[in-house]
């Protein structure tokens, strides 16, 4: 059986979702072909967390359609303690359930908020962003 989902985010900005894992502890590592997890994942890059070794990853896999990576990983709760420092960075509190998308809020937040960060700054804009509980704030100003 496989524990691999797909986490409902896609990124089109590996610069950007690097940004976003160093904020979290995270680290991208590009060109991994592999992630880990119960089972073992393709991908093209992965997401680990930065100076933990052995814990699980998130892969970034070039979507079907070419347009950006979609992220998949292991969220099975059978290996909570493989799976804790990522879910732990990646999420807000503590995962309840097993393959709970929701439990990547966090990564997908700060993903977002990093893109909104580019693009405002591009326009002239004076950007900040603050980890709220349970969200990012983003704040801009002229």
């Known amino acids: 059986m496989s524990h691999i989902t797909k986490i409902n985010l896609i990124v089109k900005d590996l610069d ?3 940004a976003a894992a160093k904020r979290l502890g995270l680290e991208l590592v590009r060109n991994q072909k592999t992630f880990k997890g119960f089972t073992t994942g393709r991908c093209d890059h992965a997401l680990r967390v930065a100076g933990v070794p052995g814990t699980y990853e998130i892969g970034l896999a070039k979507r079907a359609d070419g347009k950006g990576y979609e992220l998949k990983w292991d969220g099975h709760m059978g290996a909570y303690g493989t799976a804790m420092p990522l879910y732990k960075a990646v999420g807000y509190g503590e995962p309840i359930t097993f393959n709970k998308a929701a439990s990547c809020a966090k990564l ?4 977002a908020a990093t893109v909104a960060k580019k693009t405002m700054s591009r326009q002239g804009f004076r950007v900040t962003l603050t980890q709220q509980p349970g969200k990012v ?3 801009c100003s002229k």
Request: hydrophobic fraction near 50%; glycine fraction near 0%; proline fraction near 0%.
């Open 108 to 111: 997908n937040d700060w993903y």
């Open 137 to 139: 704030q983003v704040v």
């Open 16 to 18: 950007a979702m690097d």
